[in-house]
């Protein structure tokens, strides 16, 4: 049987929708959410992905300010705008996007965001968090993952399950491991020095690949039934996009898949509102 294709498209779609009415109300109440964006130098898949954050933030009810600054802009001045923003009352958020050009080093930069409006989840105090199982923002396409299990695969209990993440890295892999953890999965974590690595997905009831390679998992290391997420948004040689997964060959043998794109991607943002939601109510009580 054809596997279930999970709509990351639609599941997105529905999350801003619940926010955007879950922003109506608190706008009654005189509360707007706002989002600062930063974006340094002229990286163009950096701009389209500010470009379409300022946008969910505009269909929710958001506010964005915007800050794009030229590639030149130095560590410290870049520090004082997050300290101004960190300081500002009306700012629930800040998002500085990634990559920063060479000279700016990203751990100073993400150590500098207030942990209370770090709304990417990428500051220590929110990964700690995460991992001691506090409160706290947590990375948004980790996080979308979980939500494409929950609402993607009706009837689909993750407790209990065998996952195994292909992928160790801090914005991926390890919240996803931590996460699945705390759904009570049993998880593995693989990565470029795992041994067997065929074997070692093929215990997964869900196989979860964020290596960032294409077409790395291919149908031998699927477990007949298993749900496959694909974070993975490659170029392959003809420069369309496609997964870390052989989709067309896996699809065969799975009992659900995401496909790239429309799968995992759209989620990333959907996620990034719903944090910058929390962040204001977090706020709104301060
Ligand atoms: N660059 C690529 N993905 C991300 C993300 O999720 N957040 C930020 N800040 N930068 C990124």
Do not use: W
Not at 150 to 172: H, L, T
Not at 257 to 284: D, F, K, R, S
């Amino acid at each position: 049987m054809a596997a279930k294709i999970i709509d990351g498209k639609l599941i997105s779609s529905q999350i801003k929708d619940e926010l955007k009415e879950k922003t109506a109300l608190l706008k009654e109440k005189g509360i707007t959410v706002t989002l600062a964006v930063i974006l340094v130098g002229e990286d163009p898949a950096s701009q389209v992905y500010v470009r379409n954050k300022k946008r969910a933030c505009e269909y929710i009810g958001y506010n964005s300010l915007s800050y794009e600054l030229p590639a030149e802009t130095s560590q410290e001045e870049l520090l004082k705008l997050i300290a101004e923003l960190n300081s500002r009352k009306d700012v629930d958020g800040i998002l500085v996007q990634m990559p920063l050009p060479g000279h700016i080093d990203e751990k100073t930069v993400i150590d500098a965001i207030d942990p209370s409006k770090d709304v990417d989840g990428f500051h220590p105090m929110n990964v700690g968090a995460l991992c001691i199982g506090e409160k706290g923002f947590v990375s948004c396409t980790p996080a979308g993952v979980i939500q494409l299990l929950k609402r993607g695969c009706e009837n689909f209990d993750i407790a209990g399950k065998e996952c195994v993440i292909v992928g160790r890295s801090n914005i991926v892999g390890k919240p996803m491991a931590l996460l699945m953890l705390r759904e009570n999965a049993t998880v593995t974590i693989a990565h470029s020095k795992t041994k067997n690595l065929e074997e070692v997905c093929k215990r997964a009831d869900i196989l979860i690949a964020a290596v960032g390679k294409a077409g790395v998992i291919t149908a031998d290391h699927v477990k007949d039934g298993a749900v496959v997420i694909d974070v993975g948004i490659n170029r392959n040689e003809e420069g369309k996009l496609c997964g870390d997964v052989r989709y067309d060959e896996v699809a065969g043998k799975a009992y659900a898949i995401t496909p790239v794109p429309g799968g995992v991607g759209p989620m990333t943002i959907a996620m990034l509102m719903n944090n910058c939601y929390e962040a204001a109510l977090m706020h709104m009580n301060q």
